[in-house]
């Protein structure tokens, strides 16, 4: 049997639509990349701080606590023998037990207190039992006070 040429035909219109419905499917585009996006394997550019955000972080550094040493120095002559001792409210100290002052002279005892922020509220002790008369001692952190306590 030979073809005939009316099965080409037929054929041929078969395979008519099926051309047709890949030719209403729009073709896919490649979408060149925009010349101000990073490249993946860059890292994106830093922002540029504007007036109000060089503002913003002054403003956030003066809220931020202050830590400095505070020393403290009492000038009084507790006699030979004796120690003086510090009490209260800051850093290495309780109300419940003293720390001892060095003594630097006869008559000055000193003390260096850690970084704070917070004002220090101290009082002085002899030997650790007898207590100065008076009210607490308010010092500000980062000072060097000299204190006269009366016993």
């Given amino acids: ?11 041929a219109a078969k395979a008519a639509p099926a051309r047709e419905a890949a030719k209403a499917v729009a073709p896919v585009r490649k979408v060149a990349p ?35 040493t505070t020393t403290i120095v009492a000038a009084i002559d507790v006699g030979f023998g004796n120690t003086l001792t510090l009490r209260g409210e800051g850093p290495g100290l309780s109300w419940e037990r003293g720390v001892p002052l060095e003594c630097a002279t006869g008559d000055l005892w000193t003390i260096t207190l850690p970084g704070t922020a917070h004002p220090i509220v101290c ?8 207590w100065c008369v008076g009210d607490d001692y308010t010092v500000l952190p980062g000072s060097s006070v000299v204190l006269s306590p009366t016993f």
């Fill in 123 to 130: 009082k002085f002790l002899i030997n650790d039992a007898i």
């Fill in 34 to 68: 925009s010349k101000k996006a990073a490249p993946a394997n860059r890292a994106a550019p830093a922002i540029k701080k504007t007036p109000i955000a060089k503002k913003a972080a002054v403003r956030a550094a003066a809220l931020e606590p202050v830590y400095q």
């Fill in 1 to 11: 049997m030979k073809k005939t040429p009316a099965k080409k035909t037929q054929t």
